[in-house]
């Protein structure tokens, strides 16, 4: 069998790698899985992207459509004129897209019109949220795709109600788990550990990059002031490039908010490892500190991974500086859930996968 696997944007590159790997150690004589990687170029910041592939040591892609950045239409129509061009050379059995970015849909699009089959990995997840771009782009490819690998029941009962059959319904467990877990014995420190004196849960962890929180500059401002006043400890934040043009507009000097570039993966992790807690409107950094049981704050009004709040350590802080305040202030008391893992989160979802592929062939 045939397939190609896509990845564009950085929280594609730990969904695929565990695929990758695992068709590479168990192809056979007389079952294998042959793949072409191809790299929309949707990030192509080192940051973002190379660092990824060395560090999850993800092959090179065998193309990169160099789609770059641009409006959600300019960045969407790149992918697929490309993408279109690339899969018309290289035809192939089944088309695999994961998570929730705008390749993930461009290239279902594509790959659907050309009658050419499409698994999601991570299909079903929804946030019932249409002024999020990615709610609309993980509708569009379920809408579209002939097989989904979920990561909960609550996403194959999603998928169920709009009238998918469940013989094409797949749950798995999660892949950007298999790398957690896989990477957690190679994290390293971050240069910032040192320069500023970090300890183990002496310190927060803030990542944020979606519209709703940081285009608006008055309510970005608001947002990264609630949170230097409160925190009472220093808060690593490592800077999103869609986020860095607003942050360095603003009027406010932080005390305790210490921006930084975006750091490895490798890096990350460790950092939100021995955190006391992380503020987030993040989608994987949800699963990841529920995985690690460390306090997540999500600053949104909803969440397409709910089995992090019912099941994990995550909270849904929403949008008032009030609840956030309080919610920092429980958090330092020590009073927070424990949280568990969730159903299937165990590092093996690669491995169904990719099993699963090999019965289809
Ligand atoms: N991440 C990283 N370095 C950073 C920030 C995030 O390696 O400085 C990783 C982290 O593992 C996380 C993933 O990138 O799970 C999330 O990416 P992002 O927030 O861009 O996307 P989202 O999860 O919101 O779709």
């Known amino acids: 069998m045939k397939i190609t696997l896509i990845a564009g944007a950085r929280p594609n590159f730990m969904k695929i790698a565990p695929i990758i790997k695992e068709i590479l150690s168990t192809n056979t004589e007389h079952s294998s899985i042959s793949y072409r990687l191809v790299h ?65 849909m461009a290239c279902t699009i594509v790959a659907k019109k050309l009658n050419t089959k499409v698994a999601h990995v991570e ?100 947002l990264v002031n609630a949170i230097d006043e409160s925190a009472g400890m220093p808060v690593v934040f490592p800077v999103h490039p869609r986020t860095k043009k607003n942050y360095d507009q603003l009027s406010i000097k932080p005390r305790l908010v210490v921006p930084t570039d975006p750091l490895s993966y490798l890096e990350f992790i460790y950092l939100i490892k021995n955190a006391k807690g992380v503020i987030t409107d993040s989608g994987g950094v949800q699963e990841e500190t529920t995985v690690l049981g460390i306090p997540c704050l999500t600053l949104r009004n909803n969440t397409e991974r709910p089995e992090t709040v019912t099941i994990g350590t995550n909270e849904m802080i929403g949008e008032d500086i009030e609840v956030l305040k309080n919610s920092l202030s429980n958090l330092k008391a020590g009073k927070w859930k424990t949280g568990e893992i969730p159903e299937l989160w165990d590092g093996r979802a690669a491995e169904r996968i990719v099993s699963i592929l090999k019965e289809m062939n």
């Open 40 to 104: 929309t170029g949707q990030h192509y910041d080192d940051k973002l992207s190379k660092v990824f592939f060395e560090e999850l040591e993800i092959p090179e892609p065998d193309v990169n459509l160099g789609a770059g950045s641009g409006s959600q239409a300019e960045q969407t129509a790149r992918i697929m004129v490309e993408f279109e061009r690339d899969l018309i050379k290289n035809p192939t059995d089944l088309v695999v897209v994961v998570g929730d970015v705008n390749s993930t």
């Open 123 to 222: 299909g079903g997840i929804r946030s019932w949220d249409m002024t999020m771009p990615e709610e609309i782009n993980r509708m569009a490819t379920d809408a579209l795709a002939d097989y989904f690998f979920t990561t909960s029941r609550v996403a194959n009962d999603n998928l169920k109600n709009t009238g998918v059959s469940e013989d094409r319904i797949f749950f798995v467990g999660n892949t950007m788990i298999d790398s957690l877990l896989t990477n957690l014995v190679k994290i390293k420190r971050p240069e910032v550990w040192e320069k500023q004196g970090l300890k183990n849960e002496n310190y927060l962890v803030l990542t944020l990059h979606r519209p709703s929180n940081v285009d608006d500059l008055n309510k970005f401002e608001n």
